[in-house]
């Protein structure tokens, strides 16, 4: 078993041939986001001779906007898609003026995926854990579905009714200097914690090998948080999520 980086873009690398050049040297499994439908195909392309990079079909919220005609291409993706991200909602201050927008395109997407079932999904809920909890609320009947908190900051009520609903948290570097967060992944049942790099925009890395380091640092950080070894749990999360 592999350790899993369930959240991250290498699309975006701006050192990905070096980044790749050591690639089978190392034994970690990533799923890689897209922000755009339009750059699906050509990241299914891209990564198809690497065995462990799965490629995730995605329309990030804060592109909903700009990126509008591109929604249709992205439900008629779904149904031969296995990996769904980035998707959600942004209630930041550039991007909450979009929230209908984000809001009536993420209850498309969710209900496509539920239609279709078998689906692995990282979801953005910046300030807006509570309406994607109800958006996922209102719309999963579809038990086949993972859907994976990506990068949760919401409240201890929210954070409830998400291990409620079944979701994974992915957590990285960055997330662990917030106290909620801290306080949170102590409450997140070890069967549901998942790790996450989110590189290149809360960390570059300049091989396959620091990203490894970097995997087993985080490790090493929530089992400290957690007070417990879970390693071995952790990596078969990421086994069970893609399995």
């Not at 997140?188 to 640092?217: G, R, V, W």
Request: charged share 25%; net charge neutral; hydrophobic share 40%.
């Amino acid at each position: 078993m592999s350790y899993l980086d369930s959240h991250c873009h290498l699309d975006l690398f701006d050192n990905m041939p070096a980044f790749l050049h050591d690639w089978y040297n190392y034994d970690l499994s990533i799923i890689t986001m897209t922000t755009t439908p339009l750059a699906y195909k050509k990241n299914q392309e891209l990564f198809e001779k690497y065995p462990k990079i799965y490629v995730a079909l995605g329309l990030h919220p804060q592109l909903i906007v700009e990126r509008e005609k591109e929604l249709n291409l992205l439900l008629n993706h779904i149904e031969k898609a296995k990996f769904i991200g980035e998707i959600g909602l942004d209630l930041g201050p550039r991007y909450y003026k979009s929230i209908n927008a984000q809001i009536q395109a993420l209850i498309m997407i969710i209900d496509r995926c539920d239609w279709y079932g078998d689906k692995i999904v990282s979801v953005h809920s910046l300030r807006s854990a509570e309406i994607v909890l109800e958006i996922l609320r209102s719309n999963i009947r579809n038990q086949s579905n993972k859907y994976i908190m990506h990068w949760f900051t919401g409240s201890s009520k929210a954070l409830d009714e998400a291990v409620e609903l079944g979701c994974f948290f992915s957590i990285n570097s960055r997330m662990l200097q917030s106290k909620l967060v801290r306080k949170n992944i102590v409450r997140i049942p070890k069967e549901k914690i998942l790790l996450e790099s989110d590189a290149p925009f809360t960390i570059k890395f300049s091989s396959s090998k620091d990203h490894c380091s970097y995997i087993n640092q985080m490790v090493k950080m929530i089992c400290e948080i957690k007070e417990e070894d879970i390693s071995a749990q952790i990596k078969m999360n990421g086994n069970i999520l893609l399995s």
